[in-house]
């Protein structure tokens, strides 16, 4: 272990301290599993950093192959909301798989299923950026983990559960699962 030295730095003092915290966390292949990670990337379409949150199991290794469940978050919630509800990370833990929750572009994007509602919910093109946001989201997710194409979920709460409802309708193929929880569908023909 490196020990930095500096007259304001204890990290002597402190490191075995800092060992036990951070132990519950496993790495895998230098990411942190058993935890909620908040993270971010940058979205050419709209210029700007998009976050998005995620979570590796403590068993996540890119020796075989996990199932992704997306998440969407409701109406002015956000990724890091949606994937701290109570008991996400336990059932990613017992059932074996990686969770994602991307933004959605904003808090009112609607997942492509509504486009610009008011004069609120700018830019022009909100609903198809907050699509996008989505799909990006899930291809990196894809290329930088060892995910089963086959088996990637969606599920989603409120406007996250219209987006699931949109999603499915508009790409079938990518989905293995539709999973709309109290759906803020905008069209009767949705449900």
């Not at 409701?74 to 969770?99: C, D, T, V």
């Not at 830019?123 to 899930?138: A, F, I, M, Q, R």
């Not at 559960?161 to 193929?173: A, C, D, Q, S, V």
């Amino acid at each position: 272990m490196q020990i930095i030295e500096h007259k304001y730095c204890y990290m002597k003092r402190f490191s075995p301290f800092l060992m036990l915290i951070f132990a519950p966390s496993s790495v895998a292949g230098g990411y942190p599993t058993g935890r909620v990670l908040d993270r971010t990337y940058y979205f050419e379409d709209a210029g700007k950093n998009m976050p998005y949150t995620l979570y590796l199991p403590k068993a996540y290794s890119a020796k075989k192959i996990w199932p992704l469940v997306v998440a969407l978050h409701g109406l002015f919630s956000n990724p890091s909301q949606i994937i701290r509800y109570p008991r996400l990370a336990a059932q990613a833990e017992k059932y074996g798989y990686i969770m994602v929750a991307p933004m959605g572009y904003n808090t009112v994007g609607w997942y492509g299923s509504r486009g610009q509602l008011s004069s609120y919910t700018k830019p022009k093109n909100l609903g198809e950026l907050s699509e996008k946001d989505v799909l990006n989201v899930v291809t990196i997710i894809q290329k930088e983990f060892s995910v089963d194409s086959r088996n990637i979920f969606l599920v989603g709460h409120s406007i996250g559960g219209g987006g699931t409802w949109h999603f499915g309708m508009k790409y079938p193929e990518k989905w293995a699962v539709l999973g709309p929880l109290a759906p803020a569908a905008s069209e009767t023909s949705m449900i």
